[in-house]
């Protein structure tokens, strides 16, 4: 065979190579845009109608800081639908007290002492629970504390505290739990972010920093999960609650209190568990605070501000 005809012949190759690759290209555009706008239209149909709620009977509910406020009301509300509930807590004394409630009420808990910055101890109650209970369903980060003061008064202390507490805790816990959830390709991670996490708010330069960091982490695991595995049945969930009445927030500020009044603590837990149950990737309390986000964002700066402005509502200073 001479030269030139077998370059020609590469030529050819080359050239049906191209116009398969250009038919591919064609499919995979054709396919997008159908599948684009059959998940709009899923999406729109999805606006009318609640998606079903998994049931949790049975189930194991691990929640950090059940000890006061929308964690102790997760545990009850949680065991009021018959799951078992673990509770972990720093204060052993309040931690109990949930414990006891849950148990009068004919329900199943137990307790466990525990700081979660402590990453050791951590890992290895872990390790204990998944002993003792097996398939842990449904993991709660919901620990957390909220100092509230301008930037230049936080100690660091008090911001090192902070992060360990909000954001880095979650890790080694998710750690812990995720690994058994992708085998068995179930359960939920539920993540205690904040309004404080789609909004810069004064007083609450660190906090908005811890909350806007679990806002992005959780986004990113939930891309890594589903691009790991397209049929990836692990759920997480992220809630952004607003001000909610259990202490937390020590001098809320507001020009119309009858239309930004603090949520009770057991209306946010029910929020919560039925966000979890749904499989929401993101749900607010009250749920229109995140399409209040997203159309706040297309508003300009100055525009927005304003609006904030006059609605004037935040928290004070806890220092005064
Ligand atoms: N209350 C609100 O207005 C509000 C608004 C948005 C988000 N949040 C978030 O919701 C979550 C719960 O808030 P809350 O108002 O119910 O809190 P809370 O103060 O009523 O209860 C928090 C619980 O966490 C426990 N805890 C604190 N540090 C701990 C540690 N190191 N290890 C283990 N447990 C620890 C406390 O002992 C307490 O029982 C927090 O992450 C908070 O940031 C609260
Ligand atoms: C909490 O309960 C445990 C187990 O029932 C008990 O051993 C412990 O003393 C209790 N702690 C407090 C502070 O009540
Ligand atoms: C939890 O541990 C940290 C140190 O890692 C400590 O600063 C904090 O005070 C502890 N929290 C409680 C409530 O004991």
């Known amino acids: 065979m001479s030269k030139v005809t077998q370059s020609a012949d590469n030529g050819s190759k080359a050239n049906s190579n191209d116009i398969y690759n250009i038919v591919l290209l064609v499919v995979d555009i054709v396919m997008l845009i159908v599948k684009f706008w059959l998940a709009i239209a899923e999406a729109i149909v999805g606006l009318f109608r609640a ?54 009420n004919g329900g199943k808990a137990f307790g466990y002492v525990c700081n979660v910055t402590k990453r050791e101890e951590l890992i290895e109650l872990a390790q204990k629970v998944r002993k003792e209970h097996g398939f842990i369903h449904v993991v709660v980060n919901n620990a957390g504390i909220m100092p509230c003061h301008p930037l230049l008064e936080h100690t660091e202390n008090e911001i090192r505290l902070m992060y360990e507490i909000n954001v880095l805790s979650h890790f080694w816990i998710i750690q812990a739990f995720l690994p058994d959830m992708i085998e068995r390709n179930e359960g939920s991670i539920v993540a205690l972010s904040s309004c404080a996490g789609l909004f810069g708010l004064i007083n609450l330069v660190p906090y908005c920093g811890t909350k806007f960091a679990v806002r992005g982490y959780m986004a990113a695991l939930v891309e890594e999960l589903r691009q790991k595995n397209p049929q990836n049945n692990v759920k997480l969930t992220t809630i952004y609650p607003y001000m909610i009445d259990t202490g937390l ?68 200073t806890d220092k005064s």
């Not at 189930?59 to 000890?67: A, C, E």
């Not at 406020?69 to 931690?95: F, P, R």
């Open 51 to 104: 998606p079903p709620l998994d049931d949790v009977n049975g189930k194991v509910v691990l929640i950090t800081g059940t000890g006061h406020g929308m964690g102790k009301e997760m545990a009850l509300q949680y065991a009021k639908l018959g799951a078992t509930i673990l509770c972990w807590d720093v204060n052993e004394q309040t931690n109990n007290q949930t414990v006891k409630e849950i148990k009068n």
């Open 249 to 316: 927030c020590k001098n809320p500020r507001y020009r119309f209190p009858n239309l930004f009044k603090l949520i009770p603590a057991d209306v946010a837990a029910g929020s919560i568990i039925e966000a979890q149950r749904q499989g929401l990737e993101e749900a607010a309390i009250p749920r229109h605070f995140v399409a209040a986000e997203k159309i706040g964002r297309l508003i300009p700066r100055k525009a927005m501000r304003l609006v904030n402005d006059f609605f004037d509502t935040g928290v004070d």
